[in-house]
């Protein structure tokens, strides 16, 4: 059956910051209820595109993109196709594939060249999300065999930056090295916006044999473990050289706290999510672990002069599950 509930209209949101604190924050969260198959499937990839570089003909060169459902509902991965070159392929990838919400699935693209020069071509998925095709662009150069292939490594192979209190930052190095010919860095990119990289000034040319730092450090923004990848795109082959990041954010020892209440959405929802942000937008994360049966909820893990913003979303019996509502902002003390 499909149904649609709104309130009756929209009232304006009452924050109230306690001058003792913890802080305490009283919010009117509006709903919207309405089926969420397509418009609560979101597919995104990051990146969506991908230089192999210089690749000797007759080998090959693999390279995975992750596939995210940032929606709030499993999608399915149901078609594929490829178009262009004939010298790119997919890796294994059985459809159909199921993403849960917030989860991330690893697609294998190969490029396999069978003539020299430059080769363009685009593999396309097909799911069941809003936006249901999604196309990824692919690069890649055939050269010669035994012509000298320029390689680009990175040491070590995975930076770790352990423990690091949520709004302070840790920085680690790591060195490019080119060999069997010079490399020509374009472009670099982090997966994670907690990692960011620093030092280098593109594009940059490294000669055989030499070899550059570079800084990525790790801001964690919130709680619990981290992991990212470093890309740096060249002209080697295997394009781009990518580092494995980890980390771990450690809550700061906080006193504080924000205590969320709203009305009832009509539609006999059975429970509430709630989702937060450092950035007035988001995107947001859920924080809580189960169903809110309740028209309230407190988040105590929230940290000392940070600005979370805050939006729900209410869920029926039938699984099916609002449109965020609008948005509260906390302003959390730095004391």
């Not at 003539?115 to 055939?142: C, E, F, N, P, W």
Request: charged share 10%.
């Amino acid at each position: 059956m499909h149904f649609r509930f709104c309130f009756e209209s929209e009232r304006s949101v009452k924050i109230t910051l306690m001058r003792s604190f913890p802080l305490v924050l009283v919010a009117g969260l509006l709903f919207c209820l309405a089926p969420a198959s397509a418009w609560a499937q979101q597919l995104q990839c990051n990146p969506c595109s991908h230089a192999f570089g210089n690749v000797a003909i007759g080998s090959s060169s693999t390279y995975s993109i992750p596939l995210t459902n940032t929606g709030s509902t499993t999608l399915s991965i149901t078609y594929k196709s490829r178009g262009g070159s004939s010298g790119f392929w997919y890796g294994t990838f059985t459809l159909p594939i199921q993403i849960q919400p917030g989860k991330s699935v690893e697609l294998p693209v190969i490029f396999k060249p069978t003539a020299g020069g430059s080769t363009t071509g685009v593999m396309t998925l097909q799911s069941t999300a809003k936006d249901s095709s999604l196309s990824i662009d692919l690069t890649g150069t055939g050269v010669p065999k035994g012509s000298a292939v320029p390689v680009l490594g990175v040491t070590p192979a995975t930076l770790n930056f352990g423990n690091v209190t949520v709004g302070s930052s840790a920085s680690l190095q790591a060195t490019l090295t080119a060999s069997n010919a010079a490399v020509t860095i374009s472009s670099d990119g982090s997966s994670s916006s907690e990692f960011t990289l620093l030092g280098l000034s593109l594009p940059v040319t490294i000669p055989a044999g030499q070899n550059v730092p570079v800084t990525i450090k790790f801001t964690p923004n919130a709680s619990g473990a981290a992991s990212g990848k470093a890309g740096f795109t060249s002209n080697a082959t295997g394009s781009p050289t990518v580092e494995q990041l980890t980390g771990t954010g450690v809550a700061q020892s906080s006193s504080h706290y924000v205590s969320l209440s709203w009305n009832a959405a009509a539609g006999k929802p059975v429970g509430y999510d709630m989702f937060r942000s450092t950035v007035s937008g988001g995107p947001y994360a859920m924080i809580n672990t189960a169903l809110e049966a309740s028209t309230n909820y407190t988040d105590n893990t929230v940290v000392s002069g940070t600005t979370y913003y805050y939006v729900a979303t209410a869920v029926n019996a039938e699984g099916e599950e609002s449109a965020y509502s609008n948005v509260v902002k906390a302003v959390i003390p730095n004391k």
